[in-house]
T-cell receptor, first 114, second 113 residues
Framework: GAVVSQHPSRVICKSGTSVKIECRSL??????MFWYRQFPKQSLMLMAT?????????EQGVEKDKFLINHASLTLSTLTVTSAHPEDSSFYIC??????????FGPGTRLTVT | QKEVEQNSGPLSVPEGAIASLNCTYS??????FFWYRQYSGKSPELIMF????GDKEDGRFTAQLNKASQYVSLLIRDSQPSDSATYLC?????????????FGKGTMLLVSP
């Protein structure tokens, strides 16, 4: 099946700093990628849809100036959490569709803001 | 508002039994339905998907879809301890092209040896 990677797998940062998370499709091209956030014992919540070569589409309630998304190539999307605060601590997961409907998930990035 | 509802569980079954996981969805325009398994601390992995009313079988797993009742289920036969995980139901309204998934909160399954 299609493979999606994420880097880093874990990151700890201090409050007020910014963190960049990378999502790569390794063996296919992805014009669209999705970014999710999952808090403990909660479901995946879609944050935004990343579109190659154009602006990301953010879900209601997600601050686009805080969660910067760049999809500069067909295999890479990045999510930057700016001025991170402890409430941003979460499990961030990206996914990419490799065919019409199925999405392949990256392994996730555990962000802890101290 | 699109909603996907699942019983949070935990659902406890003995090894070898059939586990039945249920999911309801609110949007009648939903077209495709997915079951993902998520182990603690890991990202979801796709188990199977279903588009048409009826049953779809893949090994020990059977997905059942009833669009009239807006209900989708997953049966796991001969449950194994390794099946212990949270099972997420996801719904895609979709038409052509890529559409977003709406996830339920998941049902935790515990299979005891």
């Amino acid at each position: 099946g299609a493979v999606v990677s994420q880097h880093p797998s874990r990151v700890i940062c201090k409050s007020g700093t910014s963190v960049k998370i990378e999502c790569r499709s390794l063996d296919f091209q992805a014009t669209t990628m999705f970014w999710y956030r999952q808090f403990p014992k909660q479901s995946l919540m879609l944050m935004a849809t990343s579109n190659e070569g154009s602006k990301a589409t953010y879900e209601q309630g997600v601050e686009k100036d805080k969660f910067l998304i760049n999809h500069a190539s067909l295999t890479l999307s990045t999510l930057t959490v700016t001025s991170a605060h402890p409430e941003d601590s979460s499990f961030y997961i990206c996914s990419a569709p490799a065919d019409s409907y199925e999405q392949y998930f990256g392994p996730g990035t555990r962000l802890t803001v101290t | 508002q699109k909603e996907v509802e699942q019983n949070s569980g935990p659902l406890s079954v003995p090894e070898g039994a059939i586990a039945s996981l249920n999911c309801t969805y609110s949007d009648r325009g939903s077209q495709s339905f997915f079951w993902y398994r998520q182990y603690s601390g890991k990202s979801p992995e796709l188990i199977m998907f279903i588009y048409s009313n009826g049953d779809k079988e893949d090994g020990r797993f059977t997905a059942q879809l009833n669009k009239a009742s807006q209900y989708v289920s997953l049966l796991i036969r001969d449950s194994q301890p390794s099946d212990s995980a949270t099972y997420l139901c996801a719904v895609n309204i979709g038409g052509s092209g890529y559409s977003t998934l709406t996830f339920g909160k998941g049902t935790m399954l515990l299979v005891s040896p």
